[in-house]
């Protein structure tokens, strides 16, 4: 089993950037696909992006592929989402996701067992 943390929420103008991060502890890091994941207020939880186990490979929502990078350090045992030309559209709880099978595609939150507690990004406009 794995505990997940995210941080680095906050309130930010339209064009800023945040960076989230999600610690994780517990088993061991590097044997989980890490997922990132936003829900916004009324809307369901939407996948963002997804990292394989090394880092090697990930994979974004159409929305946000070119505005947000997700990387990795497993010595850390750290996933980050860099997100840059933040919009009053990317106001949401940003949730990171632990799971065990990684691949090229989006994916449906069930398929993550494993969740933090979430992290609220405001972007102000």
């Known amino acids: 089993q794995v505990q997940l943390v995210e941080s680095g929420g906050g309130l930010v103008q339209a064009g800023g950037s945040l960076r989230l991060s999600c610690a994780a502890s517990?088993?061991?890091?590097?044997?989980?696909?890490m997922g990132w994941f936003r829900q916004a207020p009324g809307k369901e939880r939407e996948f963002v992006a997804a990292?394989?186990?090394?880092?090697?490979?990930?994979y974004y929502a159409d929305l946000v592929k070119g505005q947000f990078a997700v990387s990795r350090n497993n010595t850390r045992r750290t996933v980050y989402l860099q997100m840059s030309s933040l919009n009053s559209e990317d106001t949401a709880v940003y949730y990171c996701?632990?799971?065990?099978?990684?691949?090229?595609?989006?994916?449906?939150?069930?398929?993550?067992?494993?969740w933090g507690q979430g992290t609220q990004v405001t972007v102000s406009s």
């Open positions: 996701a632990a799971g065990t099978t990684y691949q090229s595609r989006t994916y449906y939150p069930d398929e993550f067992p494993y």
């Open positions: 517990g088993r061991t890091f590097s044997s989980y696909v």
């Open positions: 990292i394989s186990f090394s880092g090697g490979s990930t």
